[in-house]
């Protein structure tokens, strides 16, 4: 069975401040990672994934996350946040043997103070 | 624009009384999914489909119903029977399901509150 863990429930920062926001998961197969954002009352969209190849992966508005195999984790980082980065943020997995769910952490809610 | 439209954005119903929420698709996703945000809890699926004309139980199905009549439809109902109905509702879609590295699409939402 899969689990994703996202450490952190919120994570208060000062504008233009570096952030992580931390993931770890749970998988007994190799597995398909993702990190979501959701505005307030708003749907997901995709930051991005990590599906094979180089662990250092780029997504929109400036945010990376590294796939670290060993420590089973995933995190997504920023060199310098801005006010309307303020969201919340899913981690996500999916294994690649065939079953279709995504499973998705609590979320951390990240707040950018001016 | 393709996407994923919900409606409405905010329900309100009385105690008892079973609702529908609407979720349309224009994006040829054969997937798609509903989800039940609360606070804290993150996202739980409640029912998914893989093709039209069939669906699976999530893990929070109980009280809920569904139907997938046509590709672009997944109308989601909230039964008198689901305890406690008032949530945020997320629909989804994907290209496929069944492989994992297909990421999801989300709708806006509709905020259901019973009453």
């Known amino acids: 069975a899969q689990s994703v863990t996202q450490l952190d429930s919120q994570v208060p920062v000062f504008e233009e401040a570096p952030v992580e926001l931390r993931c770890n998961y749970s998988?007994?197969?190799?597995?398909?990672l993702f990190w979501y954002v959701q505005y307030p009352n708003q749907g997901l969209q995709l930051l991005l994934k990590y599906l094979s190849g180089s662990t250092l992966v780029k997504g929109i508005n400036g945010f990376e996350a590294e796939f670290n195999k060993s420590q089973t984790s995933f995190h997504l980082r920023k060199p310098s946040v801005h006010i309307s980065d303020t969201a919340e943020y899913f981690c996500a997995v999916s294994g690649n043997t065939g079953g279709f769910k995504t499973i998705f952490g609590a979320g951390t809610r990240l707040f950018v103070k001016a | 624009d393709g996407g994923i439209t919900q409606s409405p954005k905010y329900l309100f119903r009385k105690e008892g009384q079973n609702v529908t929420l609407s979720c349309e698709q224009n994006l040829n996703h054969d997937a798609m999914y509903w989800y039940r945000q609360d606070p804290g809890q993150g996202l739980r699926l409640i029912y998914y489909?893989?093709?039209?004309?069939?669906?699976q139980k999530g893990d929070i199905a109980e009280g809920y119903s569904v139907s997938r009549e046509k590709k672009e439809s997944f109308p989601l109902t909230v039964t008198s029977a689901q305890k406690n109905p008032t949530a945020f509702y997320l629909c989804?879609?994907?290209?496929?399901?069944?492989?994992?590295?297909?990421?999801?699409?989300f709708g806006p939402g509709t905020r259901l509150t019973v009453t």
């Open positions: 489909s893989q093709i039209v004309n069939d669906f």
């Open positions: 998988s007994s197969v190799s597995v398909y």
């Open positions: 989804a879609s994907s290209i496929v399901a069944g492989t994992g590295e297909y990421e999801q699409y």
